[in-house]
């Protein structure tokens, strides 16, 4: 059973960093597509920054470009989110998603129909 939990949420004052932490119980010969969504109330949930696990490229949001880094300990089963920058926009509950296990990924952020294994979501609260 495929699990994903989030950790690392928590108030800031804009300018300032936290970094997201999201551990993976999944098979370890299988390869998944793992990105960090977002969302308010109110709105949908909106991609944040995604990669696969069995390596390539990153895929940012352009709302976060520049001082958002995805990143992954294989080994660890787990992936991050740094989070640097921060400013009152970037308040939201951040969700941890997984695809089903693919070969490649997606060739893009994706969108959250694209995953099927999602967290429970950690809350991220920047003040001006």
């Known amino acids: 059973q495929e699990q994903l939990t989030e950790s690392g949420g928590g108030s800031v004052q804009a300018g300032g960093s936290l970094r997201l932490s999201c551990s993976a119980s999944?098979?370890?010969?299988?390869?998944?597509?793992m990105a960090w969504f977002r969302q308010v109330p109110g709105k949908e949930r909106e991609g944040v920054a995604a990669?696969?696990?069995?390596?390539?490229?990153?895929y940012y949001a352009d709302s976060v470009k520049g001082r958002f880094t995805v990143s992954q300990d294989s080994a660890k089963g787990t992936l991050y989110l740094q989070m640097d920058s921060l400013k009152p926009e970037d308040t939201a509950t951040y969700y941890c998603a997984a695809t089903r296990p693919r070969v490649r990924d997606l060739g893009a952020l994706g969108e959250e129909s694209q995953y099927a294994y999602w967290g429970q979501g950690t809350q991220v609260t920047v003040s001006s």
């Open positions: 999944f098979h370890a010969y299988s390869t998944y597509q």
């Open positions: 990669r696969f696990s069995g390596g390539g490229p990153s």
